[in-house]
């Protein structure tokens, strides 16, 4: 938790790390805003075949009942977020990703300096789930598709990203939607969460990404929604919607 979340700044895993100023309170064990914080937390999700299938059903069931709605998912439940736009595009009128369903295609392990990124394993077989999304032309099997990694990384503190080989199938069901990416300055999804913005062009789908840093609000890491500036956040993010929807 102190690690990710609440204090990275005393552990610099990743390039971003040392920018994170907005946890209330210490951020350490002991403090109570970290002893709240922990104590609503659950293990890490396993078996992501199994837990994305069960909450796209969910998530989908959700969407008949209430639709048409307005999407927002955060962390692990990214991909979740996606599968369920893609299976009922035309109830969904926006799909908010806040930091989540990235990296691409493999994990990403964090290692501090001077390597700082490490590729793990190839667990989104489908580029951004673990599970079938729809592509264009169809792919019946993951195997049909193929990734490559950048050459080079855009930028010394960014991670290469992993991306379709050309010609990149295209995520029709997405392309109905308006959709934005958002990524705090000194979260660990600061080296990544790029990539999902570019896959998804490369898939033909346009992305409004909101990288907070980029944008003049600063300091923030995974947990944004809990700092001391969420309602500034919370205030791009509202903004976005209106105007997508009015549109």
Not at 157 to 184: E, F, T
Not at 210 to 222: D, K, Q, S, T
Request: proline share 7%.
């Amino acid at each position: 938790m102190q690690q990710r979340f609440t204090a990275p700044e005393k552990y610099n895993l990743w390039p971003q790390a040392h920018l994170h100023t907005q946890w209330v309170g210490t951020g350490l064990a002991g403090d109570e805003n970290f002893d709240q914080f922990f104590a609503s937390q659950v293990p890490f999700v396993q078996k992501p075949e199994v837990t994305q299938a069960l909450n796209r059903d969910a998530l989908v069931a959700l969407i008949d009942k209430l639709g048409p709605v307005v999407v927002m998912v955060h962390s692990q439940s990214g991909a979740y977020g996606l599968l369920a736009s893609d299976q009922r595009p035309q109830l969904v009128k926006a799909l908010i990703v806040v930091e989540g369903a990235a990296p691409t295609v493999h994990d990403i392990e964090l290692v501090g300096a001077p390597e700082w990124f490490r590729d793990g394993p190839a667990a989104r077989s489908w580029g951004v789930s673990a599970i079938p999304i729809t592509y264009s032309p169809p792919a019946r099997d993951a195997s049909e598709l193929a990734f490559e990694q950048q050459a080079k990384a855009d930028a010394p503190d960014l991670a290469k990203c992993w991306l379709q080989k050309a010609p990149a199938r295209r995520l029709p069901n997405l392309q109905k939607m308006p959709i934005s990416i958002v990524s705090g300055e000194a979260s660990f999804y600061a080296a990544y969460g790029h990539c999902l913005v570019k896959y998804l062009e490369q898939a033909g789908v346009h992305p409004t990404f909101f990288n907070l840093g980029a944008m003049g609000i600063h300091g923030n890491g995974h947990m944004m929604m809990l700092e001391k500036n969420s309602d500034q956040i919370a205030d791009v993010m509202e903004k976005w919607v209106r105007k997508s929807i009015a549109e």
